[in-house]
């Protein structure tokens, strides 16, 4: 059944106004920091100042003698019941990973790793206290440059005897989706291109907006703990599995959550050891992060180093695809960890007939913070190869960067169309949104401009960046996640509750950081139902009210989540007809349903959903066999992923002179199939956005050669903010997903993964005719202006900051 | 973060503050608008016992016009010396620095007299300060000395001023009429300067009389282009003579080399910036 809602106006489709910003812009809302319990006792960590050592001794005697100290522990005073920090993504059966205690007593394998914690009244004494733990450290040698890791030069875990953690490899050829890309690239090098690169992806630091915190209360009958994460779902399960306590004890709460972007899918050992302390105290614990902790030991994303080798016939026609990586694991595998270039590793091919394919990565253990997912993982890494690729293949050919695309891309009357990747791209139309990105930009005008101030030898030169992307999102139908060895599934789980009065509380497995998912929930809801958008409640992150759900991230909870809410929003429906049947005295057959009301068709007679509500509740007169509640749960499982696209501009102005940078104009036009909240949308792409330049133009977590993260507050670690960046023109191109009803794609990592490589092209583009073929990321002014010198791509980033605080500032005048 | 616990004083004189240094020594800290001293604290970076806030002094706040000079008191805030008309007149330099410095909130908090006695390289009163030779009025317990903005600047973090002494005011040599501008090299905007040059130039009918330049990030202490200087005087105010002479720019500095540049680099963008500030303060 559908349910079309045609005289009055749809909520899908209208900009309505985030339900949920008011509390959450005033702060005026549960946040875990701002918690407090009875007798609430606080955490503060004591963190390892060395990238590798052993731990010598732990001396907490100073610490225990302090005011208002309570308890310090450290890793040795924990036998099981700390648990590990689990990797739930193994992606080789030869995997080789560490253990991952969340507090060793034996030996630290990244700075900011921690060794003890200190429990005290309050999070000031508690901190004051840290101070005072005297730790021993034998220094040992630290595994720090991922390619030198790679190489097994120094060790990052000795016993391991290697670094190199999984080699995962697919290759057309062997699954039998394409040709052998040898044989492709040997035939190039004879008669045809071979474009041959290597990019760096730096490493980031995810940023969100709250730092990571957790209470853990133990005194009720169920363990509680909230915590400040995307996926308390996943999170009870982790605990259960790791910590000797049965699921059924366990309760989760995320409360309002400000910002995850992947850096909050994590189980994190702050978050066990507060379990562990709580539990052994038998009081309500606190722990809330600094932003310094938070930069250091939160997990960081990307680091990765690609060799590329794209071969193509010499009109420009690709033949074929190899993609070598080596990404940086950091010091454990993480939940994710391993599995983040393998999301890339479908993608490389992108939009593009490739024939043949061939993709590997090498996951590499160091002494660095560990990395997972963050906003794209995967697939922002994979978007900026080939969409630098196809650039560089422009240039060879000497046409125009969209011409190489347009010769290459599926034409729209392709789709559906199997990739040389094994996945089915189900719609799309990268014609329609490059006509209409290029008809916002004005990019003939463009042009133009670029080659009279390339005449003219201006000092300002001009580029404009292509980037026609796609990527696969909505993780994910369980079966293909298996086959990739995901230690879960990817279904979402949805309940509709029926009020008596007619209102709707809809309850969501995939728990919002920001998102906006309680606006957008309810839109799809008033429509399906035919009841006003306020009167529909959404309910989520808390396992006691929504028991089942797999969570939020890989862009999943509208095409997953939400698929799950219409199927639980029908089976209301189909459970309502039966009874308002009996109550109209109609058959079921003769009814319809629209806009609210069963009507008995061809005469005036109806109801509304809320008078069946009503009457189902007082359950007084209803059919036969029929239970008294209308509240249906519905569990969804996609079969396939869905395939979001675009083509991003952007206009840049290069200062040959210093190497700076100006950007002029960013357009993009998305297909990302119908969308429920235009407001929502825009929110995501432009947020995107920046995200995604920023990793082009200014992000970059730097460590020194002893291992100390010397990037490590928001002096160095450059985040951009509304003054760095301008306004973007966005629009859409509307080509409906064929994989669920609503016919939506997602759309949260859409704008980063899509906007790096067009920047980076902007810049590269605007000075390739002074002899540079790459910067690398991020593109400061300085590798600007080096690269312009000398044509290479702008040499590495000096492993030091700048002091602006005095340490020598707190004595003395 | 949270700093170590530390006992805090609010004297109203500064008579009651130089007793109150002098009682503490070692252990004491004076602080100004915090924005330099409280990330220090609360990294734990260093922590003095006793904290003597100068914000309640009446008498260390406020810009005047003392004839040949315009005077502005140690704990007037950034914001409100931006904004000053007598400094737009007569240092027009400082107001475009202040302009530039770090974000609203800071130039809210932050005191002209903090930033100075701080004393990071990369500030960006530094430059100007030099530049228009400004006169630092220290004031201790023996009484009040004056000291030139070169010998002022030590160090990195070090300046003149005494343990037991505070800087109440700095007086600034009116540059009526001459032309200014700060050019700020940054990659994202509410940063410290990679590299920022202060000139101002006075120009006599198409000729540059006189230019002072002052350089921040371009050594251990804010730093005049004084080889610049001299080249430009009496120099017609065209884009070839101010080249030619900017190209001296980085004569006799040392710039560092960090994660926002290296030295090279650093002594270009001295170069070029210079150039660029002394064609605009000459309206050229
Ligand atoms: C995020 C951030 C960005 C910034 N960006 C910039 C920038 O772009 N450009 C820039 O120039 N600055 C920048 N600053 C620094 C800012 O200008 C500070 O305001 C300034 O450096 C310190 O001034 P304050 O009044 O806050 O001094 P405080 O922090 O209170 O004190 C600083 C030091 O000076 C001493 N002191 C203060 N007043 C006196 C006095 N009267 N006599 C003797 N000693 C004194 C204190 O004991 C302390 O050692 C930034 C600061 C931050 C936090």
Not at chain 1, 60 to 82: H, I
Not at chain 1, 205 to 234: K, L
Not at chain 1, 247 to 254: C, G, L, T, Y
Not at chain 1, 403 to 428: C, M, Q
Request: hydrophobic share 40%.
């Amino acid at each position: 059944m559908t349910a079309t809602v045609d005289q009055v106006e749809r909520e899908i489709g209208r900009d309505r106004r985030r339900k949920e910003d008011q509390r959450l812009i005033t702060g005026r809302t549960r946040w875990t920091d701002n918690l407090t319990l009875p007798g609430m006792l606080h955490l503060a960590m004591v963190r390892s100042p060395f990238a590798h050592a052993t731990i010598t001794s732990v001396d907490t005697s100073a610490a225990k003698t302090a005011p208002n100290v309570v308890a310090v522990y450290s890793g040795a005073d924990f036998g099981d019941e700390l648990g590990v920090c689990i990797n739930a993504w193994p992606i080789t059966p030869d995997q080789v990973a560490p253990t991952h205690s969340p507090m060793p007593s034996d030996r630290v394998a990244f700075a900011g790793e921690v060794v003890a914690v200190v429990v005290a009244r309050s999070a000031a004494e508690a901190r004051d206290a840290a101070e005072l733990v005297d730790v021993e450290y034998d220094v040992l040698p630290a595994a720090l440059d991922l390619k030198e890791a790679a190489a097994d030069t120094v060790l990052a875990h000795p016993d391991l005897g290697t670094n190199k953690s999984a080699l995962w490899v697919f290759d057309s050829g062997e699954a039998g989706t394409g040709a052998p890309v040898e044989d492709a690239i040997a035939k190039a090098r004879t008669d045809g291109i071979v474009i041959e690169r290597e990019y760096r992806q730096q490493r980031l630091i995810p940023a969100f907006m709250e730092p990571r915190s957790v209470v853990v209360d133990p005194t009720g009958e169920q363990y509680v703990m909230y915590s400040a994460t995307q996926i308390p779902h996943i999170l009870r399960f982790a605990l259960a599995a790791t910590t000797g306590v049965s699921e059924s004890k366990i309760r989760v709460i995320a409360p309002d959550v400000g910002g995850g972007f992947g850096g909050k899918l994590q189980v994190t050992p702050e978050e066990w050891i507060a379990w562990a302390v709580g539990r052994r105290l038998g009081k309500p614990v606190k722990y809330t992060e600094t932003r310094s902790e938070s930069l250091l030991s939160a997990h960081h994303g990307r680091d990765q180093w690609q060799k590329l080798t794209l071969s193509a016939e010499k009109d420009g026609t690709v033949t074929g695809l190899k993609v070598e990586l080596l990404a940086d694991l950091g010091a454990y595998v993480a939940i994710v960890g391993g599995g983040v270039p393998v999301l890339g590793a479908f993608m490389f091919n992108a939009i593009y007939k490739f024939p043949a394919y061939h993709f590997s990565v090498q996951t590499v253990l160091t002494n660095k913070t560990w990395t997972d997912a963050y906003r794209g993982a995967g697939r922002p890494e994979a978007t900026y190869a080939i969409e630098r690729l196809m650039d560089e293949l422009a240039a060879e050919v000497g046409v125009d960067p969209i011409a190489i695309r347009e010769k290459n891309w599926i034409k729209h009357d392709e789709f559906p169309f199997t990739t040389v990747a094994g996945l089915e791209y189900d719609s799309g139309n990268y014609e329609a949104a490059t006509a209409r990105a290029k008809e916002m930009i004005g990019y003939d005008e463009l042009r133009a401009e670029q080659m009279a101030r390339r005449a003219s030898g201006d000092k300002v030169q001009l580029g404009i960046g292509v980037s026609t992307f796609t990527e696969m999102c909505g993780l994910a139908p369980s079966r293909v996640l298996g086959t990739l060895d995901y230690g879960a599934g990817g279904w979402e789980h949805a309940s509709v509750r029926m009020l008596a009065t007619g209102k709707v509380e809809v309850v969501t497995g995939a728990s919002a950081h920001g998102q906006g998912h309680e606006t957008a929930f309810s839109q799809i809801v008033a429509d399906r139902l035919g009841v006003a958008f306020e009167d529909v409640e959404v309910l989520h992150g808390d396992t006691q009210v929504a028991p089942k759900g797999l969570d939020t991230y890989g862009s999943r909870s509208l095409v997953v989540g939400g698929e799950a809410l219409v199927k639980a929003a029908d089976k209301v429906i189909e459970k309502a007809k039966p009874i308002a049947a009996h109550l109209l005295e109609a058959s079921a057959d003769d009814l319809e349903f629209a806009n609210g009301r069963f009507s008995v068709r061809g005469t005036d007679q109806g109801m509304a959903m809320a008078e069946v509500a009503l009457a189902t509740f007082a359950a007084h007169n209803l059919p036969d066999g029929v239970e008294a509640s209308l509240d249906s749960d519905a569990t969804y499982d996609p079969v396939n992923f869905n395939f979001p696209h675009g083509t991003h501009l952007c206009a840049m102005e290069v200062d040959t002179e210093t190497g700076e940078l100006k950007m002029r104009k960013y357009v993009c036009c998305d297909d990302i199939g119908n969308i429920i909240n235009p407001l929502i949308v825009s929110g995501q792409v432009h947020g995107g956005l920046v995200q995604g330049i920023a990793q082009a133009l200014w992000e970059e977590a730097v460590y020194d050669d002893s291992g100390t993260l010397v990037s490590g507050s928001f002096v160095d670690y450059l985040l951009p903010t509304a003054a760095d960046t301008i306004s973007f023109e966005v629009d859409h191109t509307t080509s409906p997903s064929l994989t669920n009803t609503l016919g939506t794609k997602g759309v949260g990592e859409a704008g980063t993964i899509a906007s790096t490589p067009a920047v980076v092209n902007a810049v590269v583009d605007a000075v390739r005719h002074l002899g540079v073929n790459d910067i690398q990321m991020p593109c400061t002014p300085e590798r600007v202006w080096r690269a312009i010198q000398d044509g290479g791509s702008g040499g590495a980033t000096t492993e030091a900051a700048q002091p602006h605080f005095d340490e020598a500032e707190g004595a003395g005048a | 973060m949270i700093p170590a616990a530390f006992d805090y004083l609010a004297p109203t004189s500064v008579e009651d503050a130089l007793a109150a240094l002098a009682e503490h020594g070692d252990d004491a800290k004076i602080i100004a608008g915090g924005q330099s001293l409280l990330p220090v604290l609360r990294m734990r970076l260093n922590a003095p016992e006793v904290l003597i806030d100068l914000g309640k002094i009446d008498s260390l706040r406020g810009i005047r016009d003392d004839g040949d000079a315009i005077v502005i008191g140690a704990m007037t805030p950034h914001s409100v010396v931006g904004s000053d008309p007598l400094v737009a007149e007569h240092a027009a330099l400082i107001s475009k620095a202040v302009e530039h410095l770090a974000d609203a909130q800071i130039r809210h908090r932050g005191t002209f007299g903090g930033a100075l006695a701080h004393a990071d390289p990369a500030g960006d009163l530094g430059g100007p300060a030099v530049a228009l030779g400004a006169q630092f009025v220290i004031q201790g317990a023996g009484g009040t000395r004056t000291v030139g903005a070169d010998d002022f600047f030590v160090d990195l973090f070090e300046t003149a001023i005494g343990d037991d002494e505070i800087l109440t005011e700095v007086r600034i040599p009116k540059h009526t009429g001459w032309g200014a501008r700060h050019e700020k090299f940054v990659r994202i905007v509410h940063q410290w300067p990679i590299v920022a040059v202060a000139a101002t130039v006075r120009v006599d009918g198409g000729t540059i009389a006189e230019a002072r330049i002052g350089m921040a990030n371009m050594g251990s202490t804010p730093v005049r282009a004084r080889a610049v200087e001299e080249a430009l005087a009496g120099q017609p105010a065209t884009e070839d003579a101010v080249r030619a002479a900017a190209e001296r720019a980085d004569e006799g500095t040392n710039p560092p080399s960090d994660l926002n540049g290296d030295a090279d680099y650093r002594r270009h963008l001295s170069r070029v910036l210079t150039r660029r500030a002394v064609l605009a303060a000459a309206g050229a």
